[in-house]
């Protein structure tokens, strides 16, 4: 009761970033309180890939999104950070 | 095929506990939605439990687990279909922190279902969520009063809800006359696909018969064309290359573009969709496009990109009605919070305080009011602390919507009215 799933797309600073990386910095940086569900590469343009990554946390802690979104955006090798889709489960 | 039905997003709304997310469950339900076997699992656990009553919480809960065992990145919204359409159901959290993301995230919702309780009517989260539907644009909606057979269907509770709701959606600015109202039980299951036995009195439409009577978005093709940009590479052997997602227009190879409040000009040499090279793209398409003329060091996130004989709006002012959702004092004229508007995170300053509305009528109940605080709705003017592109919400309404954020917190949630330009 009360969860929901936030899906942030995660953009890397260059077409050099090796994706293996990102996913283990993502894993740790994982806020307390936050489950990792799922990771994809999605291709976007020109050898560029984002890597969508869904969490599941809490409707009511009050943290929302942001705590993921900051921790996501200090990984090396990471550009920026958006929440595409918040849904309830 | 499903596959060629028309799709909408639609987004389940109301105050938390009136019922949205046993909707949504129960409409997977009576659509087909849910998986045969979990269906079978619930028929077998029944019996062993010698339980012949129909113990629909059970299905949510299996729900759930199913949605969070499977390992996909579409876990935020659900589906189901209805012979005419196919719809993806975003059911909406409702705290207040993830508003914010309501505003600027990707799937923008085609159609909402408004729950409320019967029992309750209307409450906090409705307001907000009504007045954030319409910030958001969502043109489209109907109304569940939901738990029915917690307020005995009850006629006149049905009406009195209607009523209440009926002022809410009037004061925001949505013809009630086009908005179908259904009496419901969610867990029961009123109404929702066929007429209940339980609301006689009730000659309406079902939910089923709404979502069908729902309009077929239509994409905003011919609004000027207008992409925020999202990040800014420079690729080896291709060039500059922006990234964003098209909100409205079309754009297409050979394209002279503006990037603004930067103000640089340049030629789209070739567009990317999935790494696959398109002639055009639409609103929708999430696009890398390489730019002649440009530098990487040019533009930034927060820069709008639009054709040259049509460029983005750079505000030196603007005025824009907001709702105030939560704040733990009073905003007064000088109040300089950060504006999160398609892609860009501005600070501005709040200037003046023009009028207070009625959250009962939308009439003004004070002009020039010295403070505003939660559940305000309010008029102000608004002045960027640097340039910053925003369109009039009537003109473009994907570029007019914005959240306001200050302490870790969504302040409010408005939309722009009027734009003196640079």
Same mark, same amino acid.
């Given at each position: 009761?009360?969860?929901?799933?936030?899906?942030?797309?995660?953009?890397?600073?260059?077409?050099?970033?090796?994706?293996?990386?990102?996913?283990?910095?993502?894993?740790?940086?994982?806020?307390?309180?936050?489950?990792?569900?799922?990771?994809?590469?999605?291709?976007?343009?020109?050898?560029?890939?984002?890597?969508?990554?869904?969490?599941?946390?809490?409707?009511?802690?009050?943290?929302?999104?942001?705590?993921?979104?900051?921790?996501?955006?200090?990984?090396?090798?990471?550009?920026?950070?958006?929440?595409?889709?918040?849904?309830?489960? | 095929?499903?596959?060629?039905?028309?799709?909408?997003?639609?987004?389940?709304?109301?105050?938390?506990?009136?019922?949205?997310?046993?909707?949504?469950?129960?409409?997977?339900?009576?659509?087909?939605?849910?998986?045969?076997?979990?269906?079978?699992?619930?028929?077998?656990?029944?019996?062993?439990?010698?339980?012949?009553?129909?113990?629909?919480?059970?299905?949510?809960?299996?729900?759930?687990?199913?949605?969070?065992?499977?390992?996909?990145?579409?876990?935020?919204?659900?589906?189901?279909?209805?012979?005419?359409?196919?719809?993806?159901?975003?059911?909406?959290?409702?705290?207040?922190?993830?508003?914010?993301?309501?505003?600027?995230?990707?799937?923008?919702?085609?159609?909402?279902?408004?729950?409320?309780?019967?029992?309750?009517?209307?409450?906090?989260?409705?307001?907000?969520?009504?007045?954030?539907?319409?910030?958001?644009?969502?043109?489209?909606?109907?109304?569940?009063?939901?738990?029915?057979?917690?307020?005995?269907?009850?006629?006149?509770?049905?009406?009195?809800?209607?009523?209440?709701?009926?002022?809410?959606?009037?004061?925001?600015?949505?013809?009630? +006359? #086009? /908005? *179908?109202?259904?009496?419901?039980?969610?867990?029961? @299951?009123? %109404?929702?696909?066929?007429? =209940?036995? $339980?609301?006689?009195?009730?000659?309406?439409?079902?939910?089923?018969?709404?979502?069908?009577?729902?309009?077929?978005?239509?994409?905003?093709?011919?609004?000027?064309?207008?992409?925020?940009?999202?990040?800014?590479?420079?690729?080896?052997?291709?060039?500059?290359?922006?990234?964003?997602?098209?909100?409205?227009?079309?754009?297409?190879?050979?394209?002279?573009?503006?990037?603004?409040?930067?103000?640089?000009?340049?030629?789209?040499?070739?567009?990317?969709?999935?790494? +696959? #090279? /398109? *002639?055009?793209?639409?609103?929708?398409?999430?696009? @890398?496009? %390489?730019?002649?003329?440009? =530098?990487? $060091?040019?533009?930034?996130?927060?820069?709008?990109?639009?054709?040259?004989?049509?460029?983005?709006?750079?505000?030196?002012?603007?005025?824009?009605?907001?709702?105030?959702?939560?704040?733990?004092?009073?905003?007064?004229?000088?109040?300089?919070?950060?504006?999160?508007?398609?892609?860009?995170?501005?600070?501005?300053?709040?200037?003046?305080?023009?009028?207070?509305?009625?959250?009962?009528?939308?009439?003004?109940?004070?002009?020039?009011?010295?403070?505003?605080?939660?559940?305000?709705?309010?008029?102000?003017?608004?002045?960027?602390?640097?340039?910053?592109?925003?369109?009039?919400?009537?003109?473009?309404?994907?570029?007019?919507?914005?959240?306001?954020?200050?302490?870790?917190?969504?302040?409010?949630?408005?939309?722009?009215?009027?734009?003196?330009?640079?």
């Amino acid at each position: 009761m009360g969860e929901a799933a936030v899906r942030l797309k995660v953009m890397p600073e260059s077409t050099d970033i090796d994706f293996g990386k990102l996913k283990e910095g993502i894993k740790a940086a994982i806020p307390a309180k936050v489950r990792l569900h799922a990771m994809e590469e999605q291709p976007i343009a020109f050898g560029l890939k984002a890597l969508i990554v869904v969490v599941i946390m809490d409707d009511k802690a009050g943290d929302g999104p942001e705590e993921t979104e900051r921790a996501f955006s200090k990984i090396e090798g990471v550009e920026s950070v958006v929440v595409e889709e918040v849904g309830l489960l | 095929m499903a596959e060629s039905k028309p799709h909408l997003n639609l987004a389940v709304i109301g105050h938390v506990d009136h019922g949205k997310s046993t909707l949504v469950g129960r409409m997977m339900f009576e659509t087909g939605a849910i998986d045969p076997h979990i269906i079978d699992e619930f028929r077998k656990e029944a019996t062993s439990k010698g339980k012949a009553t129909f113990e629909f919480a059970w299905v949510m809960d299996s729900l759930k687990e199913e949605r969070e065992r499977g390992v996909t990145i579409d876990i935020a919204h659900q589906r189901f279909d209805t012979d005419k359409y196919y719809f993806t159901v975003v059911d909406c959290p409702g705290h207040r922190d993830f508003i914010k993301n309501m505003i600027t995230g990707a799937s923008q919702a085609d159609a909402a279902i408004l729950v409320v309780a019967a029992p309750d009517g209307v409450m906090a989260q409705t307001r907000e969520h009504v007045f954030l539907s319409r910030t958001l644009g969502v043109n489209q909606l109907i109304v569940a009063v939901n738990k029915m057979d917690a307020a005995k269907y009850d006629e006149e509770r049905y009406k009195e809800v209607k009523e209440e709701v009926s002022k809410l959606l009037r004061m925001v600015g949505y013809k009630v +006359d #086009e /908005v *179908p109202f259904i009496p419901t039980s969610a867990f029961v @299951g009123d %109404n929702l696909i066929k007429l =209940s036995e $339980n609301t006689k009195w009730y000659k309406g439409a079902t939910m089923i018969e709404s979502l069908n009577n729902l309009k077929e978005p239509v994409k905003p093709t011919t609004l000027p064309l207008r992409v925020p940009v999202q990040d800014v590479y420079t690729i080896s052997g291709v060039g500059t290359v922006p990234v964003g997602r098209i909100e409205t227009g079309v754009m297409k190879k050979n394209d002279k573009v503006i990037f603004e409040p930067a103000g640089v000009t340049g030629e789209v040499k070739s567009i990317e969709m999935h790494h +696959d #090279e /398109v *002639p055009e793209a639409l609103p929708g398409d999430n696009i @890398g496009w %390489n730019v002649r003329g440009v =530098s990487r $060091n040019d533009i930034r996130r927060g820069d709008v990109c639009g054709h040259v004989d049509n460029p983005p709006t750079v505000a030196k002012e603007f005025t824009a009605q907001i709702v105030v959702l939560q704040h733990p004092s009073a905003i007064s004229a000088g109040y300089t919070p950060v504006f999160h508007c398609h892609t860009s995170q501005i600070a501005c300053t709040i200037t003046e305080l023009k009028a207070k509305l009625d959250p009962r009528t939308g009439a003004v109940k004070e002009q020039n009011p010295a403070f505003i605080k939660a559940g305000d709705a309010a008029i102000i003017s608004v002045i960027p602390s640097k340039p910053m592109v925003i369109e009039k919400v009537k003109e473009i309404p994907q570029l007019g919507r914005f959240a306001i954020r200050d302490m870790g917190q969504t302040i409010a949630a408005g939309m722009c009215q009027n734009v003196t330009p640079r």
